[in-house]
C-alpha cells in the first residue's frame, strides 16, 4: 500500500473548503507557506495538480474533486470513529450484499441466511438481490456482490477464481 499523508490531505481539504490559502490558514492558524507547502507535497505524491488558480482563488482540477470526494469521506468515518469511541454513536453496520439466482426456492434463501442475520442483527445489513446466474457471477467478478446462493455449481471456467459451497439441500430444487 502505498502511504498517504493524512496531515497533508487535511490542509487540501480545508483550503477547497475554505477557498484560499488565506482563508485555511487563519481557520488554522499555520502559516500560509505551510499550508502551500504541504499542499505542493501532496500534490508530488499523488502525482497530481489539484488547484488551479483564478485570480485570487484556487480552483480544484478534476483530479481535485475527486482527491476532495475522498477527503470528505475519510474525515466523516474519522468523525464517525471518534463518536463511536466515545459512545456518542452506534458503530455501522456491515453490509453483506448477496444475489439470490432466480431459479433458488425463496423460502430455502430464508432458512440459510435467517440464523446470519439472527446471529448479527445489530451489526450486519444484509441486501439481497435476485438475478439469473450470469449476471450475479458478472456482479461478483466487478465486487458488486460479496456472494450469491444457488442451485448448480460455480461453472468450470470460473472454479479457479471462486469457490463454492453446498450450505442447504432442498426437494424443491
Not at 502525482?47 to 470526494?69: C, Y
Not at 445489513?125 to 456472494?147: F, K, S, V, Y
Request: aromatic letters at 6%; glycine letters at 8%.
Amino acid at each position: 500500500m502505498e502511504w498517504l499523508n493524512y496531515q497533508h490531505l487535511y490542509y487540501f481539504w480545508a483550503v477547497a473548503h475554505h477557498g484560499t490559502v488565506v482563508k485555511a490558514s487563519a481557520a488554522l492558524r499555520l502559516a500560509q507557506p505551510t499550508i502551500s507547502g504541504q499542499i505542493a507535497q501532496l500534490e508530488r505524491a499523488l502525482g497530481e495538480k489539484l488547484f488551479d488558480r483564478s485570480g485570487r482563488r484556487l480552483v480544484l482540477t478534476p483530479q481535485g474533486a475527486t482527491t476532495l470526494d475522498y477527503a470528505n469521506a475519510i474525515f466523516a468515518l474519522g468523525d464517525e470513529l471518534s463518536s463511536v469511541l466515545k459512545g456518542r454513536a452506534r458503530p455501522r453496520q456491515q453490509v453483506l450484499r448477496v444475489g439470490v439466482m432466480d431459479s433458488v426456492p425463496k423460502l430455502l434463501t430464508l432458512q440459510v441466511l435467517q440464523p446470519l442475520v439472527d446471529r448479527h442483527r445489530d451489526e450486519l445489513e444484509l441486501n439481497c438481490e435476485e438475478a439469473p446466474q450470469a449476471e450475479l457471477l458478472g456482479r461478483i467478478a466487478t465486487g458488486e456482490l460479496d456472494m450469491m446462493l444457488a442451485d448448480a455449481p460455480v461453472p468450470a471456467n470460473l472454479a479457479r477464481g471462486l469457490h463454492g459451497l453446498e450450505v442447504a439441500a432442498s426437494g424443491m430444487s
